[in-house]
């Protein structure tokens, strides 16, 4: 006797979503609405930030008449490029261009070289008076540079580089703040990996230079970042260390604009050319390595 085996068929059962009830879109639209609150906050802050500089490359391209009546106009009504000729042809803005771009070029490679070298030897390095030493680099971190100026004047002319390229750069190669960024990163770096290049034979600049040093990539383009931006806009440093008009920075030379050493009048347009012009090699500077100083995972060492 055969029997016969009757397969049931599968029951579907369809689920219907919930009906979304008054409360649940009045809450999403508050949503929305605050996020377009905020989108327009964000819109209206960029602006107030961005404006300044429009009207810095709007008013340099206007004649001096029109950046004096309009002062704050976007738009010129007569484009003109006539305060750059006058920078350029007709002033020594190519020579304080020079004198900039040397002594911001030598300070960056300078401080990016020294500060590594002091901020490794403060991690990993065992030697008498290593505590001292790290508590003097904060406490001239905590020292305003405004009170170093004049004894930084009697050094520089006493070791006898006043008015000197030696004396421009020199006192600039170090900088505190970069040594305690690089110390910091550095005890971050496993030092299983010092030990497996010192096993290898490896000396210990041999391993600074070719194991340490590239994996603190990113502390070294935020100290080239900051030396940069920092020698190119020093000013009161060069104030106290030069006086020859041979040797005279951008923003010394953009700052003499101001009492009228071009031409007569307001100078709007030529001032703020000069300003815009010092403004463009720190922006590349920035744009160029923003996405390497955000990546801070990069170089890390999983143990």
Do not use: C
């Not at 508050?30 to 905020?38: D, K, P, V």
């Not at 930030?49 to 009504?77: C, H, M, R, W």
Request: zero cysteines; glycine letters at 6%; aromatic letters at 12%.
């Amino acid at each position: 006797m055969t029997g016969t085996t009757i397969d049931a068929a599968p029951t579907v059962v369809s689920q219907t979503p919930a009906p979304r009830t008054p409360s649940d879109a009045r809450r999403k639209t508050a949503r929305i609405g605050w996020q377009i609150a905020l989108y327009v906050l964000l819109v209206a802050i960029a602006l107030f930030y961005i404006y300044p500089f429009l009207v810095q490359i709007g008013t340099s391209f206007k004649t001096d008449a029109e950046a004096a009546s309009n002062p704050v106009g976007l738009v010129p009504q007569t484009w003109t490029t006539a305060a750059y000729e006058r920078l350029f042809l007709r002033s020594d803005f190519p020579v304080w261009f020079r004198n900039s771009s040397i002594v911001t070029i030598s300070v960056t490679l300078g401080r990016v070289f020294f500060v590594s070298l002091a901020g490794y030897a403060l991690a990993r390095l065992n030697f008498r008076g290593r505590g001292v030493v790290y508590a003097g680099v904060i406490a001239v971190m905590a020292v305003p540079s405004v009170v170093l100026l004049i004894p930084r004047f009697l050094v520089i002319n006493q070791l006898g580089i006043y008015d000197s390229y030696a004396g421009m750069i020199l006192p600039l190669l170090v900088d505190a703040a970069g040594v305690f960024i690089m110390k910091n990163f550095f005890e971050s770096i496993p030092v299983s990996v010092e030990e497996q290049a010192r096993i290898d034979g490896a000396g210990t600049f041999r391993i600074f230079w070719s194991v340490v040093l590239p994996m603190a990539r990113p502390a070294l383009i935020t100290i080239i970042i900051l030396s940069f931006q920092g020698s190119w806009n020093e000013l009161s440093h060069f104030i106290v260390s030069t006086q020859s008009p041979e040797l005279t920075t951008l923003t010394k030379g953009v700052a003499s604009l101001a009492s009228g050493q071009l031409s007569q009048g307001s100078q709007y347009p030529i001032k703020l050319a000069a300003a815009l012009i010092m403004t463009v090699p720190v922006a590349v500077m920035f744009f160029i390595f923003q996405r390497r100083i955000m990546n801070a995972s990069e170089g890390a060492v999983k143990e």
